[in-house]
């Protein structure tokens, strides 16, 4: 058994849990944050991406003990304040999901991609960085278009802001 | 009396591109699927024991160490099954849930473990011991075929004209063969039921289901106890594609055995490697043809054998291998026609439902004779498709007897054509192939035309439920399912329009047995069809009540009651809909109805293989673009146009991303889906590290999707939109012609190239080292 402290959408967590507990696992049964989801099992579908100290990381493919002390960001902590996110709320203008179950991930995935990237994006980077994200209903095309309408308007609100 | 202004129209009426109705729960991770539905304390786990081996009988099972384990609760065998051990969706007795004595494919369910935790029933189920006697198994069709494997249903022959005469007429004939693969659905969201149990002989299960009905009754006939004990809830699913068909039946009916046992809430949900080789896929087939035609190219004769692996049970392969020969034609005309199915049994899991249920083998068959027949003529396989086009006098009748009554492919092909700038690009293409050797480049344009209705007539039914409570806001309930493809937002726009209320006055409740009874599977592109004309049904029971009240109360007639925009007139006055509504419920009218709709003209005689089995047919066309590196077989889509046919769209933003993701799906199908068996029955891609569905990346570098906005549906079908689900599968043919054709250029296009699907790099390489063969050959 492990114990485990980190802070997960802005609140102090701790919890007892095997030391083989994925952080997935961790986030969703322990901490009943059901947003990120299990697609594939094996790391490769992206549904459980979530943000560990600022990095997107798929949260099936590192333990739960490896977590500790770290600040994680799911997709239940990312609107503020009851506003969503500009990556949220692109998604949902562009019709960039149908069946729902890895916009989460892909909403991850898009903020630490624009992140990365200071929201200087092309359409070519945007499919390559969503290689490790599967989508099986849209074919990507208004997940990709999303992306980068949120990096155009993020970027656009920075270079307001400067 | 209140005088109020109408507003111009409703928000969200039917024709907007209203967005999907849970679209804010999923971008904030709220919306809730099964997995993610709170487990009441005391909650138990199944996991299904599978067998390891692909023909075999069991000699005996040791469970010792699996009830040993650390929390587990107990094993489930068949003894264990109060009612019957069997959900066969075909009623053929040929599915148990759990074995007994002899296993017939890798992976099929023999014994669940139910313990304290999902980890714990997983490990245990991996310490059973089980000895086999092992088989002569059998994965392959062809293999199937010549060991004398029986069909697992009774095969479909659909004739017309004379088949002889018209090969002793033809100038040409021609022979051939062609493998198409199958497909893993890869819905997001795995196989999922959690089942709760309740009082007496009840119980509720919440299943990831697209079939809540026969969910229902197949957990009733195996628990033993009449259907009104079980309702099967789903508000939603992560991704469906017919994969949970009736391949969710397994995982429900093991929840609700073991809830009922233990008493206990009892959650099922397998592994993705466990759902990848333990459910059904689509069926691979294996085409056997003969064509006759002219030397323009004109088709004289079609005589064709479809056979499939069925997989070791019948499950829906009957249908699907029908519905196979129903798209044989695709398009075109067969003067003279013989098409034959062949379902066989093989030593594989049972194949199902996939998005076309057979329509896009059928398809892709079709589409290969007219590429043999433009390789042999030496023409562009566009005009040979247009020179055999439905159309004209005396040659509008399918092989099935059907007159093709709405076809429009002529002004889809024309417009597509001219968009896509095909015949320019087809002569750059050809000037760029003379130009390299190493890179070609092929381009096809294609086009489908594909049969709307469930083949069997009774499915053709829908029912809804509507109440208007006293507040005038708005509980909307049918038997379709939500998968992703915005059913629900389509059904609500239909009633929005009926009351003419914003949508947001519009709550659609999650699919429930217990208020729509004996509905048909969320399917064959049906949904809306049905669901939408049931909703408007019970809409418009309401509204003949309300429009009877009013006429009575203020006294006016009938004609002078209407509904307009969150307002209802009347007469000269005009009240707010929520006001009126509280009148009408003041004066005791019922706010309640159960709506109905079937499907009109439809009528289907198998034995025959005669009738009108379809209401109407959706059509559309693609054309995709590839350069492929002929010294890797590598390739890439380089640009893709695509102009599709919904009628009058409920909403073309919602159908504009059913044919992107399908046309991508359907592409993934034919180049990178590749299932494959190993010699010991085993399915080695059984997980997205070794089964590649399409990325982000592998979409087409220029995607340019249209819908037909002149399109109107001639039937009289929920405001006059047309089915989408399935038909743009099909518009992903054209990627696999275009690489056929790119491989035809080392050879001179002279040899038609049979690229068999899926055209994985590996095939596509070897196509062209035997056409370079062939072409050395020939001289």
């Not at chain 2, 889906?673 to 029955?681: M, N, P, R």
Request: aromatic share 8%; charged share 25%; with cysteine.
């Amino acid at each position: 058994m492990a114990k485990v402290t980190m802070t997960v959408n802005g609140r102090q967590v701790s919890g007892h849990c095997d030391d083989r507990t994925l952080l997935v696992q961790f986030i969703r049964e322990n901490l009943g944050l059901t947003g990120t989801h299990v697609g594939c099992d094996t790391s490769q579908c992206g549904a459980c991406v979530i943000h560990m100290d600022g990095k997107s990381v798929k949260s099936c493919s590192i333990l739960a003990a490896q977590a500790d002390g770290s600040t994680i960001t799911t997709i239940e902590g990312l609107a503020a304040d009851g506003e969503l996110h500009p990556v949220q709320a692109a998604f949902k203008a562009n019709h960039g999901l149908q069946c729902g179950f890895c916009t989460p991930g892909m909403v991850m995935t898009a903020v630490d991609m624009i992140r990365r990237h200071q929201g200087q994006l092309d359409e070519a980077t945007v499919r390559a960085e969503l290689e490790g994200n599967i989508c099986r209903c849209t074919g990507y095309h208004n997940i990709v278009k999303a992306i980068l309408a949120a990096a155009a308007e993020m970027s656009g609100a920075r270079v307001a802001a400067e | 009396m209140n005088v109020m202004q109408p507003i111009d129209r409703i928000r969200g009426g039917v024709h907007e591109k209203e967005r999907h109705e849970s679209g804010h729960k999923h971008v904030s991770g709220t919306a809730e699927y099964i997995d993610d539905i709170p487990e009441p304390q005391g909650t138990l786990h199944g996991y299904l024991g599978l067998s390891q081996r692909a023909h075999a009988e069991i000699l005996s099972i040791d469970f010792e160490a699996v009830s040993s384990s650390e929390g587990v609760i107990g094993v489930l065998t068949a003894a264990d099954i109060p009612g019957e051990n069997d959900i066969s969706p075909a009623h053929k007795h040929d599915e148990p849930i759990f074995v007994t004595d002899k296993v017939e494919f890798h992976g099929q369910p023999i014994f669940a473990v139910v313990a304290t935790s999902r980890e714990a029933a997983r490990r245990a189920a991996a310490k059973v011991k089980i000895e086999y006697r092992d088989l002569p198994h059998v994965t392959d069709v062809l293999e199937a075929a010549a060991a004398n494997y029986p069909l697992v249903i009774d095969p479909l022959k659909l004739e017309r004209g004379d088949i002889e005469a018209g090969f002793a007429k033809a100038k040409n004939i021609l022979e051939g063969e062609m493998r198409i693969g199958g497909q893993d659905h890869f819905y997001l969201e795995g196989q999922i039921s959690f089942a709760i149990p309740g009082e007496d002989d009840e119980v509720l299960v919440y299943s990831s289901t697209q079939h809540p009905s026969e969910t229902q009754h197949m957990v009733a006939t195996v628990l033993g106890v009449p259907s009104n004990a079980v309702t099967v809830n789903v508000r939603r699913m992560g991704g469906g594609f017919g994969g949970k068909e009736t391949q969710a039946n397994i995982f429900a009916a093991v929840a609700a055995v073991a809830a009922k046992k233990y008493r206990c809430p009892v959650k099922v949900r397998p592994d993705r490697d466990d759902d990848m080789s333990a459910t059904g896929k689509r069926h691979d087939f294996h085409v056997d043809y003969k064509l006759g035609f002219d030397d323009e190219g004109r088709i004289e004769a079609v005589d064709a054998v479809f056979s499939a692996r069925c997989g070791y049970s019948a499950d829906l392969s009957g249908p699907v291998t029908d519905r196979a020969l129903f798209h044989a034609d695709n398009c075109y005309f067969y003067p003279n026609v013989r098409l034959r199915s062949r379902p066989l049994k093989t030593n594989t899991v049972s194949n199902t439902a996939f998005r076309g249920f057979g329509g896009p083998q059928g398809m892709v068959g079709g589409e290969r004779m007219i590429e043999e027949i433009a390789y042999a003529v030496g023409k562009d396989p566009l005009e040979i498709r247009k020179l055999n086009f439905y159309g004209g006098e005396g040659r509008n009748l399918t092989p099935y007897h059907q007159t093709v009554e709405d076809n429009i492919i002529g002004r889809i092909i024309e417009e597509l054509e001219t968009s896509a700038d095909y015949a320019k690009r087809r002569e750059a293409v050809i000037a760029f192939n003379r130009e390299n050797n190493v890179v070609k480049r092929g381009i096809a344009l294609t086009p489908v035309k594909f049969g709307i209705s469930f083949t069997k007539t009774e499915y053709n039914q829908a029912g809804a439920l509507v109440h208007v409570y006293t507040d005038g806001s708005i509980h909307l309930n049918h038997g379709g399912t939500e998968m992703g493809q915005g059913l629900y937002t389509k059904v609500a726009q239909v009633v929005a329009d009926e009351f003419q209320v914003d949508l947001d006055r519009i709550k659609v409740t999650a699919t429930t047995t217990g208020k729509v009874p004996n509905t048909s599977a969320t399917a064959a592109s049906s949904g809306s069809d049905l669901n939408g004309m049931a909703a408007a049904n019970a809409a418009q029971q309401i509204k003949a009540r309300l429009v009877k009240f009013a006429a009575e109360r203020w006294n006016v007639s009938e004609t002078d009651v209407a509904f307009e925009p969150n307002t209802v007139r009347i007469g000269v006055d005009r009240l707010s809909f929520n006001e009126f509504i509280k009148i009408a419920y003041g004066a005791r009218i019922q706010l309640s109805a159960a709506g109905f709709y079937k499907t009109p003209k439809i009528h289907w005689n198998r034995a025959e293989g005669r009738g009108r089995p379809f209401f109407y047919y959706a059509y559309g066309a693609s054309c995709s673009e590839v350069s492929v590196d002929t010294l890797t077989g590598e390739y890439q889509v380089d640009r893709t146009d695509i102009l599709h046919d919904v009628g009058r769209s409920l909403n073309p933003a919602l159908d504009l991303g059913q044919v992107e993701g399908a046309f991508i799906q359907g592409m993934g199908w034919l180049t990178t889906e590749e299932l494959w068996w190993d010699a010991k029955g085993r399915l080695r891609t059984h997980a997205p590290s070794t089964y590649k569905i399409p990325l982000a990346s592998d979409r087409p570098r220029v995607f340019n999707t249209r819908l037909a906005e002149w399109s109107v549906n001639r039937e009289e079908t929920i405001r006059r939109s047309k089915a989408v689900g399935e038909p743009p599968f099909m518009l992903g043919i054209s990627v696999l012609e275009a690489l056929s054709m790119a491989a035809a250029s080392v050879a001179e296009y002279r040899i038609a190239p049979r690229l068999d699907a899926p055209a994985t790099p590996e095939r596509v390489l070897m196509a062209i080292e035997r056409l370079r063969a062939a072409a050395r050959q020939k001289g």
